[in-house]
């Protein structure tokens, strides 16, 4: 399974640049990305099409990261679908430290999640 990664950012112009340069400079293909700041911290999450040759741009660019096993989860598509699988996640004490939307079908939704601990996760994940 492919790894997820969240990086911490400065919220400022040209964070974003800075990282797909890096990247791109090594030819790791991005399959997602999503991200956002607020106040002086910001923070991007993605996956690539190779792990270890993200790992090394993100260890030799000084970046602060964390990866983890990223876990595939369909989602009600409507009202309260999220905030119910939130919920569980948060009842059975995972946190989650990253999510990406990768796409909806019909009344799905299909995420990918990093938590902090993917055996308590994965039944709850994994039964949607």
Known sequence: MPKQFVIQVQNKPGE????????????VDLRAIGGGGLGD???FIMTTADDEAARRV???????????????AEVDDRPGGMARIARELSDAGVNV???LFIGRWSDRATFAFVVDNPEKAR??????
Request: avoid cysteine; aromatic fraction near 6%; glycine fraction near 12%.
């Open 16 to 27: 974003m640049a800075r990282l797909a340069e890096q990247l791109a400079a090594r030819s």
């Open 41 to 43: 911290v910001g923070h």
């Open 58 to 72: 993100l260890e030799e660019g000084g970046w602060t990261f964390l990866e983890g096993e990223s876990l595939l």
């Open 97 to 99: 430290l990253g999510h």
């Open 123 to 128: 039944p709850i994940l994994e039964r949607r």
